[in-house]
């Protein structure tokens, strides 16, 4: 006689025939813990900064008012101690606070790049992330991806994915940039920090810090060097013969330095006159297009003017 194929019920134990739906609901609830903070590691190259500023300052208010409302989520590690997966601004208010346990949901049975996966969703629903912060995550969690066994290239597509979706594809969908963004956030993680700020500060744009992070190291620290000597930054023109130059074998430090003082067209001093504060003054032949060029003719004949009279005068 055949077996009986074995019906689930959905319950983990016998004992869960007889809880009610309180009960069930509350076995479900994560088990929480009471962690030392002396025995809380960061997580390893964890690419989202802890800013002490005022929105940290409120945070540790709060925490002092009316204790952690949302508790921390860890990962134990082979040598007993414990890693922040989610919550190292949390972390930190405590330790601020003055607290020396920290309510914590504790992964036991987490692997390095489940917790790499869970660290970077969780720090993307924050309201600001800096560029590089983004880059740095990005990179982490198709990095762990990849050892996963899911494709993460951002280029080909050959032989269509292992696993139905390619990981990038997958990450353009949760987060909302599209695949070229990933791999150029990707790509700034290749610039030395000194330029990478520059990013952060809202100072050099995406585009032209893409093209320069083709440069090596050494080149752009040279580079580095040069814009805050001018006190500048690269448009994306610049950038992109920067980049051609260094991939000619051409880019030496004298070319860094003539394309950074190069004048840009953005930073030529200019003057705004609405035309119909001065139409009455130009003759009706002239076009509006030309406006400017007959200003121009009229105030050197003024010049020319003044300078004869002042001649006389002696």
Known sequence: MAE???????????????????????SKLPKLYDIPLDMIDDFPDHP????????????????????????????????????????????????IAGFS????????????????????????QRSVILPSEKAFAYKMRLEAMKRQGKRTDLTSDPLGPKSGVRSNEELATSTGDSMTQIKRYIRLTNLIPDLLNLVDEGKMGMRPAVELSYLSP??????????????????HDQ???????????????????????????????RIHIRFD????????????????????????FYQKHQQKRNKNVR
């Open 101 to 124: 346990t920290i309510k914590a949901d504790v992964h036991k049975d987490m692997t390095r790049d489940e917790a790499v996966i869970l660290m970077v969703e969780s720090n993307f």
């Open 239 to 269: 950038a992109i013969r920067l980049r051609k130059y260094a991939e000619t074998g051409e880019l030496t430090k004298a070319v860094i330095e003539l394309v950074v003082r190069e004048e840009k067209p953005n930073q030529r001093e």
């Open 4 to 26: 009986r194929p074995k019906i689930s019920l959905g319950m983990s134990a016998l004992d869960d025939l007889f809880k009610n739906e309180q009960e069930l609901a509350e």
């Open 218 to 235: 050494a080149d752009q620290e040279i580079l580095s060097n040069e814009l805050y000597i001018n006190d500048s930054t690269p448009s």
């Open 48 to 95: 989202f900064k802890v800013k002490m500023d005022e929105d940290m300052d409120q945070l540790v208010e709060s925490i002092k008012e009316r204790g952690l409302i949302t508790p921390i989520t860890l990962r134990e590690k082979e040598d007993g101690r414990y890693e922040i997966v989610s919550g190292h601004r949390r972390r930190k208010a405590c330790e």
């Open 277 to 300: 504060k001065v139409k009455d003054f130009i003759p009706k032949h002239v076009n509006p297009e030309n406006a400017g060029d007959y200003i121009v003719e009229a105030l050197q």
